[in-house]
């Protein structure tokens, strides 16, 4: 059966963001994230880059591809409005991002999970309206799954 977009999202993958610089160019950031009730968390500094550029235009687009070895190419993206959460809200959706990715001992870990719980104290919450889906192994029939026809990454 064929995988939905929604269950691809809510396994751990590794997105990147982008978003909208004030001389209209794009600043593209590679991140972990959450998938919930339609929109997409990234914890992130209120300092950052794509914090400020979240709050200046309140927009954001959302590229989340698979790189499994020997697998075919899936990956879903989007764009729209976005916002950014502080306090106490981002601290929970935060630290459940950093648990989604990191093991306990690691969260645990102050030079770890205590640098990024105290580093990363707002989210970035983009809401897409639609998401763009594509899945080679689906459109070509599983001929990507053919043992040597996926080339090795890196």
Known sequence: MAETVEEFLARRHIASLGTHNRDGSI????????????SVYVPTSAGSVKARNV?????????VDSREPGA??????????????????????????FERYLSA???????VGGYMIENDDVTVKVT???????????????LFETPGYMLPLG
């Open 27 to 38: 600043q593209l950031s590679a991140v972990w994230y959450a998938f919930e009730a339609a």
């Open 55 to 63: 709050q200046a235009r309140g927009t954001a687009n959302v590229l």
């Open 72 to 97: 075919a190419l899936k990956a879903a993206s989007s764009y729209g409005p976005a916002e950014v959460l502080t306090g106490d809200e981002a601290a929970a959706i935060n630290l459940a991002i």
């Open 128 to 142: 897409p309206k639609r998401w763009n889906w594509l899945d080679l192994g689906e459109a070509f029939g599983g």
């Open 105 to 111: 001992d690691a969260v645990a870990d102050e030079r």
